[in-house]
């Protein structure tokens, strides 16, 4: 149990919860399947199987159990409708902890992004105490580089040309959260 609820600009109240095994596949293929095939910026671009879903849970739960992933999903009814993860480096980059989220199309704009998270930051913070906790988007994901800096976050690097979407190569922009 986490005991945290978040509220939306729309009145409803949901709760993040640590995926775990008995999570649908379903629920995490659809709500995964729904960001890509928006085309969004996301890193990945090509629809999952039920069987690479399965996988990656299975994957996801062993770098859990490892204390190398944080990963948490947020459900309205039986929906999944966001997910956001921070995954710890290794050796030497132990010290660096990536982030990442995704919110379902329909439910953006309600807040849940910025909430959800500070909320992973808190207990990212809390868990490992990171040297450097940093994320990264294509320059062109104006509601995300917006999002990251309102949070606190810092442009440190750019990758030129590092991300096709669309058949062009867009700029990758590195951030860190400033203390
Ligand atoms: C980026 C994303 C997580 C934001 O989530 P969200 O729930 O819509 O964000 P919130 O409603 O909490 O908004 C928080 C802040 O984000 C920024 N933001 C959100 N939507 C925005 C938009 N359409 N344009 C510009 N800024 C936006 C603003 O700074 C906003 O603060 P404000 O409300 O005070 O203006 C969401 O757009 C998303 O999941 N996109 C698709 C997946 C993705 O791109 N993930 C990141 C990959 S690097």
């Not at 948490?72 to 990536?98: H, L, M, P, S």
């Amino acid at each position: 149990m986490i005991n945290t609820k978040f509220k939306l600009k729309n009145g409803k109240e949901l709760e993040p919860i640590h995926l775990h095994p008995g999570i649908p596949v379903d629920a995490l293929l659809d709500y995964i399947n729904s960001i890509i095939r928006e085309d969004a910026y996301l890193h990945m671009d090509t629809e999952m199987t039920a069987e690479e879903e399965r996988n990656w849970l299975i994957s996801s739960m062993n770098d859990i159990y490892h204390d190398r992933l944080i990963h948490y999903v947020v459900f309205d009814e039986n929906k999944i409708i966001a997910g956001a993860t921070a995954k710890k480096g290794n050796w030497r980059e132990a010290g660096n902890v990536q982030l990442g989220i995704a919110i379902r199309k329909e439910c953006r704009s309600l807040g849940l992004g910025e909430k959800l998270l500070s909320f992973l930051i808190e207990k990212t913070k809390e868990k490992w105490n990171p040297r450097n906790i940093y994320l990264y988007c294509a320059e062109e994901n104006k509601p995300a580089l917006s999002l990251y800096k309102k949070i606190g976050f810092e442009e440190f690097a750019k990758f030129p040309e590092w991300f096709k979407y669309q058949n062009k190569y867009l700029d990758v922009i590195y951030l860190i959260l400033s203390e």
